[in-house]
């Protein structure tokens, strides 16, 4: 039965209470709304990391209209290509010959030819049983020069099994080739962004003696194969884990995943498990915590009371994040998520016990779309779709993390908070770009 979704829905029909709210999904799926603050990255700006690599999207013209949109914006349009799908291709049959003669045409018309070309198929041919295996032979046949990714734009899949995203951080590297390991060799995997060479998870790595790689740091294709050297890959974003574990079994290298966190405890087992992978002593990180907690505490004196929202696409640890404010201090209103990672499970039944009032908005239920941006008075937004949601223009302007990870990562936090509070956006312009970070947006 459909609803009509006119006038504006009351509060508390659209959030609900952390402490009455089931865990990890606290809102029905159904009927989702797009907010136009995206914040995080699409499968198009992650493919783009391969160096030198070419994008050809195969799917229908409805779902070309924003992977065009986001190669613009890139300022990347040379590196992508569209075959589009219509209605007769769907009746008539040939879906095989459609992708083979039209990434052949596509290939044979660039002014040169690039070392990798990752295909994008979509909805439609899974719906048609496209045999895609045989796309691949005789793509790699007709193109023994070239790598060929086989990559999906597959929105039906979000709810099972790997989602678009973990399968496009996984196919990010299936173009590694297989060489000898170098036990010196250590890979970052997974991220959008560099992280901090200030982080404790860096200078661990370098300081110790190691060569680091990462996607993110690459700057030609021969670079990226370097990272089928290492002899250990480390994830971060809880999307990359099972990148890391294909390339276990896949090339060999050992895998540990080591999520970005908020809490002292974790961060510093994180730290720890990697020095056991390095085979190095471990370090003492009490005078790290002694930093993050004069950040916190100089940071809450600058923003005292003053209500908190936070979105799950500034961080894939938002209820981590909001437990670390909450502890010290800072009044968490809202979070702004539509689910939460099973390894959030303590964070949230601490936040259920200790402060059960704050509120959970999902971000994709379509009551989101007429309810009033805007909240009494200065609120602190921690993410573009909490700032978008509120109405603040006082906002961290980060996504997926930022780069910032550790001890380290909570001074930068912190200090990003400050600096949100005490100097006003202008939301409305960097939410429109919602290509954060690539050149075509700054």
């Not at 294709?221 to 890391?244: D, H, N, T, V, W």
């Not at 908190?308 to 502890?327: H, I, N, Q, W």
Request: a positive charge; charged letters at 25%.
């Amino acid at each position: 039965m459909l609803k009509s979704l006119s006038g504006r829905p009351d509060v508390p029909q659209v959030c609900v209470p952390i402490g009455s709210a089931p865990f990890p999904v606290p809102f029905a799926s159904g009927l989702e709304y797009v907010p136009p603050a995206r914040g995080v990255w699409n499968i198009v700006h992650v493919g783009m990391l391969i160096p030198e690599a070419h994008q050809i999207f195969v799917c229908a013209p409805g779902c070309l209209r924003g992977v065009v949109l986001t190669a613009a914006e890139m300022n990347a349009s040379d590196r992508f290509s569209t075959v589009a799908i219509r209605e007769s291709d769907v009746l008539e049959g040939g879906m095989e010959s459609l992708i083979i003669e039209g990434v052949t045409d596509i290939l044979n018309r660039l002014p040169s030819r690039p070392p990798a070309v990752l295909v994008f198929t979509s909805c439609i041919q899974h719906f048609m049983g496209c045999d895609l295996p045989l796309v691949y032979r005789t793509l790699r046949a007709r193109f023994p020069g070239t790598a060929f990714a086989d990559c999906y734009m597959t929105p039906i899949l979000r709810k099972s099994g790997l989602t678009p995203d973990e399968m496009m951080r996984r196919q990010l590297y299936s173009l590694l080739e297989k060489r000898p390991l170098n036990s010196r060799s250590v890979s970052l995997i997974g991220n959008c962004f560099p992280t901090d060479e200030s982080s404790e998870l860096v200078r661990l790595i370098r300081e110790s003696g190691f060569d680091l790689k990462d996607i993110t740091l690459c700057k030609t294709y021969a670079e990226y194969q370097k990272m089928a050297e290492s002899f250990l890959a480390i994830s971060c974003c809880p999307a990359a884990r099972a990148g890391g574990d294909a390339l276990e079994k896949r090339l060999s290298q050992k895998h540990r995943y080591l999520p970005l966190s908020y809490s002292y405890r974790e961060i510093e087992q994180n730290l720890h498990r990697l020095s056991g992978a390095l085979g190095v002593p471990e370090r003492d990180y009490s005078s790290a915590v002694s930093r993050a907690e004069a950040a916190l505490r100089k940071a809450r004196k600058v923003i005292g009371g003053c209500p908190v929202a936070l979105d799950a696409a500034a961080t894939p640890r938002p209820l981590s994040l909001s437990r670390l404010l909450c502890e010290h201090g800072f009044s968490v209103e809202r979070i702004y998520a539509d689910g939460f990672s099973p390894e959030e499970k303590a964070d949230f039944e601490w936040l259920r016990k200790n402060r059960p009032e704050i509120r959970l908005y999902p971000v994709s239920r379509p009551e989101m779309r007429v309810l009033p941006r805007r909240t009494p008075g200065k609120t602190l937004a921690v993410g573009q779709k909490a700032a978008y949601f509120t109405g603040s223009n006082y906002f961290v302007n980060v996504v997926e993390g930022g780069g910032m990870y550790g001890f380290d990562g909570i001074c930068r936090m912190a200090k990003k908070m400050t600096d949100a509070f005490l100097h006003e956006k202008d939301a409305r312009s960097l939410i429109q770009m919602k290509g954060l970070g690539c050149d075509g947006c700054r």
